[in-house]
């Protein structure tokens, strides 16, 4: 039976609030936070709660109660904590005023939403509006009443809820400025042939505000493909959406993209606070793993200083049985250590035979299997010198973070963007694959090239320089925390006149 609850607070105790009167305007901020409900969002929506917390704000962040019951379980599963209960309880030890709920996305906890992929998001866009809706009404008559709306920029309904209960409207993208930027100008390549044309030109984009020239092969997989699917909808109703947001925060830096954000920026406010890391990096006090994870410590501390490659595709994107098995051989052919991070549903949810077979008797010695793992940890651990990854943009900024050079097989969404930015302009990774099709001895080849001789030492050169990028912009005085400092007082500002 479907779910029809609204939503459901987390009962908790929360940090003693001195009296406030209906009518006056609270000292803080009260922000309600909503990611998307995908992992890869989950993550930097956790770690800005933290962040805004830390910063003046209440919050009450909103899981479903799909993900909240994956996250509940795998925690029970890989530390025998109890199922359900609070995710922010051990982050508001500390001081912060972070409450949390969850809400129905519309469908029962054993509907498999990957497997149902169009139907589900049929559903986000047509159902889970009304629940959301609903809890929002309610936690505007909290204590003290809410009085900001934080949504992940892919919802299609926050300027409509926002206006209905007069909250200042933030946008939280979660990735590039480039590929919002591309997304907010669709009309332009509709206009000029890139996009939704049967006969797409596919000479370099140059008319981009912002943006310097880019290959149609590297905008995102959305921009490239058959412009009618569920998420194409989504996409362009999100971002006719998002130019009604007050403000747009970006898990970006300035000067990464200095010249993208400076043109986003003519357009409304838009603050690059990244990378939006918990303040506990590598380790965070909030569960936000779908999965049990396993421990790959005892056998990383077995080997020597930068000699494992760690392979992960993300917890989303899935790939094809011959790309797993070619990958496979590489791995071995490379003759390099390797702990390899293999979703059970990688290639399908009702797929999971696909490796070759006595595969596990030739990596006895060089390679550790695992479903699932702390990233953060393993990328941290000395061990570790390199990342065969599909570039998401959360796992390339913690490669960055780490110091760890990477190997780019994108496999959807903005993880073409994204790989543009390691291999070309940043210069910190190659590309797996030059041809259509993967081949065990390009992988192999590749792995040589990122972990051994000169190359690899170049590799490491350039990504320390990126790194102390990122150190710099999040310093005190740094641009990602003046951004972060004038976002607060703008949000404050804006509160104010609503009132």
Same mark, same amino acid.
């Given at each position: 039976?479907?779910?029809?609850?609204?939503?459901?607070?987390?009962?908790?105790?929360?940090?003693?609030?001195?009296?406030?009167?209906?009518?006056?305007?609270?000292?803080?901020?009260?922000?309600?936070?909503? &990611?998307?409900?995908?992992?890869?969002?989950?993550?930097?929506?956790?770690?800005?709660?933290?962040?805004?917390?830390?910063?003046?704000?209440?919050?009450?962040?909103?899981?479903?109660?799909?993900?909240?019951?994956?996250?509940?379980?795998?925690?029970?599963?890989?530390?025998?904590?109890?199922?359900?209960?609070?995710?922010?309880?051990?982050?508001?030890?500390?001081?912060?005023?972070?409450?949390?709920?969850?809400?129905?996305?519309? +469908?029962?906890?054993?509907?498999?939403?990957?497997?149902?992929?169009?139907?589900?998001?049929?559903?986000?866009?047509?159902?889970?509006?009304?629940?959301?809706?609903?809890?929002?009404?309610?936690?505007?008559?909290?204590?003290?009443?809410?009085?900001?709306?934080?949504?992940?920029?892919?919802?299609?309904?926050?300027?409509?809820?926002?206006?209905?209960?007069?909250?200042?409207?933030?946008?939280?993208?979660?990735?590039?400025?480039?590929?919002?930027?591309?997304?907010?100008?669709?009309?332009?390549?509709?206009?000029?042939?890139?996009?939704?044309?049967?006969?797409?030109?596919?000479?370099?984009?140059?008319?981009?505000?912002?943006?310097?020239?880019?290959?149609?092969?590297?905008?995102?997989?959305?921009?490239?493909?058959?412009?009618?699917?569920?998420?194409?909808?989504?996409?362009?109703?999100?971002?006719?959406?998002?130019?009604?947001?007050?403000?747009?925060?970006?898990?970006?830096?300035?000067?990464?993209?200095?010249?993208?954000?400076?043109?986003?920026?003519?357009?409304?406010?838009?603050?690059?606070?990244?990378?939006?890391?918990?303040?506990?990096?590598?380790?965070?006090?909030?569960?936000?793993?779908?999965?049990?994870?396993?421990?790959?410590?005892?056998?990383?501390?077995?080997?020597?200083?930068?000699?494992?490659?760690?392979?992960?595709?993300?917890?989303?994107?899935?790939t094809s049985k011959h790309d797993?098995?070619?990958?496979?051989?590489?791995?071995?052919?490379?003759?390099?250590?390797?702990?390899?991070v293999l979703r059970p549903d990688?290639?399908?949810?009702?797929?999971?035979?696909?490796? &070759?077979?006595?595969?596990?008797?030739?990596?006895?010695?060089?390679?550790?299997?695992? &479903?699932?793992?702390?990233?953060?940890?393993?990328?941290?651990? &000395?061990?570790?010198?390199?990342?065969?990854?599909?570039?998401?943009?959360?796992?390339?900024?913690?490669?960055?973070?780490?110091?760890?050079?990477?190997?780019?097989?994108?496999?959807?969404?903005?993880?073409?963007?994204?790989?543009?930015?390691?291999?070309?302009? +940043?210069?910190?990774?190659?590309?797996?694959?030059?041809?259509?099709?993967?081949?065990?001895?390009?992988?192999?080849?590749?792995?040589?090239?990122?972990?051994?001789?000169?190359?690899?030492?170049?590799?490491?050169?350039?990504?320390?320089?990126?790194?102390?990028?990122?150190?710099?912009?999040?310093?005190?005085?740094?641009?990602?925390?003046?951004?972060?400092?004038?976002?607060?007082?703008?949000?404050?500002?804006?509160?104010?006149?609503?009132?």
């Amino acid at each position: 039976m479907i779910n029809n609850r609204p939503y459901q607070e987390i009962e908790a105790k929360q940090p003693n609030k001195p009296p406030y009167k209906m009518g006056e305007i609270h000292p803080k901020p009260h922000a309600i936070l909503l &990611p998307y409900p995908l992992q890869g969002h989950v993550i930097p929506f956790v770690h800005l709660a933290t962040k805004l917390a830390s910063n003046g704000f209440i919050i009450t962040f909103v899981n479903t109660e799909s993900i909240h019951h994956q996250i509940t379980k795998s925690r029970f599963q890989s530390n025998h904590h109890e199922e359900g209960g609070d995710i922010f309880s051990e982050a508001r030890k500390s001081g912060l005023d972070i409450r949390y709920a969850t809400v129905t996305d519309g +469908f029962p906890l054993g509907f498999d939403r990957s497997l149902n992929h169009d139907q589900f998001f049929e559903g986000i866009v047509h159902v889970f509006p009304a629940h959301v809706d609903e809890l929002v009404g309610k936690l505007v008559q909290s204590d003290p009443p809410v009085n900001c709306l934080v949504v992940d920029t892919f919802y299609v309904f926050s300027s409509s809820i926002a206006k209905k209960y007069n909250l200042v409207n933030i946008s939280f993208w979660t990735e590039l400025a480039l590929v919002f930027s591309l997304y907010y100008h669709m009309d332009l390549l509709r206009k000029n042939g890139h996009y939704d044309h049967f006969d797409k030109r596919e000479d370099i984009i140059t008319y981009i505000p912002g943006v310097e020239a880019i290959k149609p092969s590297d905008m995102t997989s959305y921009l490239q493909t058959d412009p009618t699917t569920i998420v194409h909808r989504i996409i362009a109703k999100a971002f006719a959406d998002v130019r009604k947001a007050d403000f747009v925060v970006s898990n970006t830096i300035d000067e990464l993209e200095t010249q993208t954000i400076s043109a986003l920026q003519k357009n409304q406010p838009f603050y690059s606070i990244g990378p939006i890391f918990s303040s506990g990096f590598p380790t965070s006090s909030v569960a936000t793993s779908m999965w049990s994870e396993s421990d790959c410590a005892p056998w990383l501390d077995t080997k020597p200083e930068g000699s494992v490659l760690y392979v992960s595709f993300g917890s989303y994107a899935h790939t094809s049985k011959h790309d797993i098995v070619e990958i496979a051989h590489g791995l071995v052919l490379s003759q390099v250590n390797f702990v390899w991070v293999l979703r059970p549903d990688i290639v399908s949810s009702d797929e999971t035979d696909y490796l &070759p077979t006595g595969y596990d008797r030739l990596i006895e010695y060089c390679g550790l299997i695992v &479903p699932w793992c702390s990233q953060i940890s393993v990328l941290s651990h &000395p061990a570790i010198g390199g990342f065969l990854t599909h570039c998401g943009w959360n796992s390339i900024l913690e490669s960055i973070w780490s110091n760890v050079p990477m190997i780019c097989y994108p496999l959807l969404t903005d993880q073409f963007t994204n790989r543009k930015l390691v291999v070309e302009d +940043f210069k910190i990774g190659v590309n797996l694959c030059d041809k259509r099709s993967i081949t065990r001895e390009e992988v192999a080849e590749k792995i040589k090239r990122l972990m051994c001789g000169k190359s690899s030492n170049d590799f490491r050169k350039e990504i320390k320089k990126v790194r102390k990028t990122l150190e710099n912009a999040l310093a005190i005085g740094g641009s990602s925390h003046k951004n972060l400092d004038r976002f607060v007082k703008d949000v404050k500002a804006k509160i104010r006149k609503n009132h």
